[in-house]
């Protein structure tokens, strides 16, 4: 019998791989979810941290992906439960050290996305300087909406961006406020790590993010994009 590998070699079934739905058809499957921890100022005035600090990066496990618009089930081992709408950047193209003049060259496309987070879990973190894996890497976290491709939209620099809870308005900011765009956030992260097509960068919250309880409907949009919409439950 021939030694190709097969799905009995496995001891256990593949899992699924993570895909999220691209506008007009055909599926974006996810490598892996970058995020950045501060790229607006007032979000990062709102938490009491030096707006001149460079950014960080973060991640989340890929299966974290939420599409569809399905619901997020409240997770466990928290009471503060936090939502921050982002621009995603889908990676298109491999790359490592990439230059900022080439960085664009690099993106599939953009969506919405919902970087949620524990924050009282975050906040113990923060104080006894351990990860933020737990706060923000939990299951269901990164509820996406559609990928719209770089060639239909183009490279959006600006653009509202929003996120209401019931339909009353919680968050809201501009792309053109963040303190690193796209290019700057591609090029300074893939100087830690190589890009590849699959990877998905969460690309930090505008201020106005907020506690969220079961039953809560969440939209986000982002003008010349999309949205993207959850309920928790
Ligand atoms: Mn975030």
């Known amino acids: 019998m021939p030694r190709n590998s097969s799905v009995d070699d496995f001891l256990f079934a593949l899992p699924s791989p993570v895909t999220v739905p691209i506008a007009r058809g055909g599926l974006f499957a996810v490598r892996r979810i970058y995020c950045v921890g501060r790229n607006y100022a007032e979000h990062i005035r709102e938490m009491g941290n030096d707006e001149r600090e460079p950014p960080f990066f973060f991640g989340k496990p890929a299966d974290a992906v939420l599409v569809g618009g399905a619901p997020m089930p409240y997770p466990p081992q928290t009471a503060d439960l936090h939502h921050e709408v982002e621009l995603v950047v889908a990676i298109g193209k491999n790359g490592a050290d990439i230059a900022p003049e080439d960085a664009l060259g690099h993106v599939y496309g953009y969506a919405v996305g919902l970087d949620m987070t524990r924050r009282d879990l975050q906040a113990t973190a923060k104080k ?103 309920t928790i439950v």
Request: no cysteine; hydrophobic share 40%.
């Open 128 to 230: 006894t300087g351990r990860p933020w894996e737990m706060a923000k890497g939990f299951d269901h976290s990164a509820p996406i909406g559609l990928i719209e491709p770089a060639s239909q939209i183009g490279h959006p620099e600006r653009g509202e961006i929003t996120l209401s809870v019931n339909g009353a308005e919680r968050q809201r900011g501009d792309l053109a406020d963040q303190i690193w765009n796209v290019s700057e956030t591609i090029a300074h992260l893939s100087r830690f790590v190589a890009l590849k097509a699959g990877d998905l960068i969460m690309t930090g919250t505008p201020a106005g993010v907020s506690a969220v309880v079961r039953g809560d409907v969440l939209e986000g949009t982002i003008a010349g994009i999309g949205s993207v919409r959850t």
